[in-house]
């Protein structure tokens, strides 16, 4: 049941909702891949088991809370196995001009797992540039 509830997820979250684009195995499987790394990444990370992580939770309110430094590790995580660089504005937030602080309140696994697959996407229709 989970994984039929991730699979439909994803077809919704990277298929953007467009009903007049198709949903490729392909994207659905590398979504998958792309939520389980980051949820087995973060797990080991907070030393916790992978179903204690939920994918809508804020990563600020997780048990036990991530800090900046833990999402910065996250991140660079993410960055090395995909061969991407996630947009520092969609992880950043600045209350105060030279101020910016990481969106832990605002960031879940789920959206991580959208950037990294946007990012992807990105790299993989630029020209010259491979991704794993």
Do not use: W
């Not at 949820?39 to 992978?50: D, F, G, K, P």
């Not at 991140?75 to 660089?85: F, G, L």
């Not at 960031?107 to 020209?127: C, F, Q, W, Y």
């Amino acid at each position: 049941m989970k994984t039929i509830l991730i699979a439909l997820l994803s077809m919704l979250v990277f298929s953007g909702c467009d009903s007049s684009k198709p949903v490729s195995p392909t994207n659905i499987s590398d979504a998958q891949k792309e939520i389980t790394f980051i949820r087995s990444t973060l797990a080991a990370q907070l030393n916790v088991s992978e179903e204690q992580l939920k994918s809508e939770m804020p990563l600020g309110e997780l048990n036990p809370p991530m800090d900046e430094m833990a999402l910065v590790n996250l991140v660079m995580a993410i960055e090395q196995k995909y061969d991407v660089t996630l947009p520092e504005d969609k992880l950043l937030t600045s209350d105060k001009p030279n101020q910016h602080h990481l969106m832990l309140e605002q960031n879940t696994l789920n959206k991580l797992a959208i950037i990294t697959h946007d990012e992807r996407k990105s790299a993989e229709s630029s020209p010259g540039t491979t991704t794993p």
